[in-house]
């Protein structure tokens, strides 16, 4: 993608941020990178996604079918768990599976725990849909569901 078509979809989206009923998932930065990883000429269009939308309504995601050899599964994780340093723990837990969950509804609790040496996280059985919950977000950007209060931190 051309630098200026980039900003301009950067910009476009972060318009759409005044919806509440719109959400945005940061994690395509592999694919459309010009540096190797951790992708640093990104860090700011997620940063200011991640400003505009806030930890509620961004969601993190492997895109890994879009651009196997760009970067590494555990690489696409530790992107946003070790190297965007403006992301708090709590900011983490929401952007890596929190926020989705609470978009689509989905009950938490129910063992649900996101462990990155374990390779991807079975989450069949938190859909009848039996897909990748960030793709079915997609699926429902123009969903109204409401968000929840913050939760309390747990161990």
Not at 4 to 9: E, F, I, V
Not at 30 to 50: C, G, V
Not at 124 to 136: E, G
């Amino acid at each position: 993608m051309k630098a200026g078509k980039l900003l301009d979809a950067i910009d476009q989206a972060v318009l759409l941020a005044k919806y509440p009923n719109v959400s945005v998932k940061l994690s395509a930065a592999p694919n459309y990178s010009t540096e190797a990883y951790p992708f640093r000429d990104f860090t700011p269009h997620i940063r200011r996604l991640f400003d505009a939308y806030g930890p509620q309504r961004c969601y993190w995601g492997t895109d890994i079918t879009n651009g196997f050899a760009k970067a590494t599964y555990k690489q696409r994780i530790t992107h946003f768990t070790e190297e965007l340093t403006f992301l708090s723990e709590q900011d983490k837990d929401w952007i890596m599976g929190r926020a989705i969950l609470a978009r689509l509804g989905w009950r938490e609790g129910s063992g649900f725990r996101f462990a990155p040496e374990s390779g991807p996280p079975d989450l069949s059985a938190y859909s009848p849909f039996k897909v990748n919950p960030c793709r079915r977000a997609a699926s429902l950007v123009g969903a109204r569901h409401p968000l929840p209060p913050r939760p309390r931190s747990h161990e």
